[in-house]
């Protein structure tokens, strides 16, 4: 029972990962390459009003072409593949494309999310099933990626930030904290329950997140707050994804065991 269980973890976790690549790939892995192109600029000091006649700063308004669209799924970097032209690197690790690599990294997050889903829902004794999968997956993308957003939200490249292990500390007390308010506030009918739960959703927002000294970046803001959106819209859909998908192969073990 409790191999077939991981079994399905597994497989689910797989499976979010290729939809979370796919979904980043065509919503948030183009405002990253916008972003990119301010990297190493001086911040602008005032930002004039937009008129009829100027387009703001969005990734909406570019248009990608047929190319740059199947370069984007390709295997291997056209800087690795004419490696000796250029002396700059190609690739992110073994002239693996961004794509690739995006692939790669979502696989084992998307696996490790999973195999975490169903550790919890085994610990507490609450299986996940088609039915609750959505409900589970709502959970995981609150404690994991909403409630620490508030504190820290998505930074997109040349974003000023604070200190990255005291990001990462906050980052993971915040998680823990989350997840076990969620706990509470769901599963628990106790008022006594759901008020500690609240307490400890908004504990490490009261101590508040660590934050950088000088604010200024020449990414312009907008840029910054339409990747927040779609990396955090990208995320719900993933873990929406991944608890259904997850319940749907454990309804189909369960009934077979």
């Not at 192109?37 to 387009?55: I, V, W």
């Not at 593949?81 to 690599?101: D, K």
């Not at 006594?192 to 009261?206: C, F, N, T």
């Not at 719900?236 to 073990?253: E, K, T």
Request: glycine share 10%.
């Amino acid at each position: 029972m409790i191999v077939k269980t991981l079994l399905a973890a597994l497989v689910a976790g797989l499976i979010a990962g290729v939809f979370t690549t796919v979904a980043q790939t065509a919503r948030v892995v183009p405002i990253i390459l916008h972003a990119e192109e301010y990297e190493g600029k001086e911040p602008a000091a005032e930002q004039p009003p937009a008129t009829g006649d100027q387009q703001q700063h969005s990734s909406l308004n570019q248009s990608v072409t047929v190319a740059e669209f199947v370069a984007a799924f390709s295997p291997i970097t056209p800087a690795y593949a004419h490696e000796g032209e250029h002396e700059e690197e190609g690739g992110i690790m073994f002239g693996m494309s961004r794509f690739s690599g995006s692939l790669l990294a979502n696989l084992v997050t998307s696996t490790g999310f999973s195999l975490l889903l169903t550790g919890v829902s085994l610990l507490i004794g609450y299986p996940i099933t088609l039915r609750n999968g959505a409900l589970w997956g709502a959970c995981g993308w609150l404690a994991v990626h909403m409630l620490p957003a508030i504190g820290l939200p998505p930074e997109l490249p040349g974003f000023p930030a604070a200190d990255l292990h005291d990001r990462q500390i906050w980052w993971m007390a915040t998680v823990l904290l989350s997840g076990a308010g969620l706990y509470l506030l769901v599963l628990r009918s106790e008022i006594v329950a759901k008020i500690a739960g609240l307490i400890l959703i908004a504990a490490p927002h009261l101590y508040g997140a660590p934050q950088p000294a000088d604010i200024t970046s020449p990414v312009p803001a907008v840029l910054g707050a339409e990747f927040a959106v779609a990396a955090l819209a990208t995320a719900l859909a993933s873990w929406i994804v991944l608890g259904l998908i997850s319940g749907y192969f454990n309804d189909r073990f369960l009934k077979s065991a």
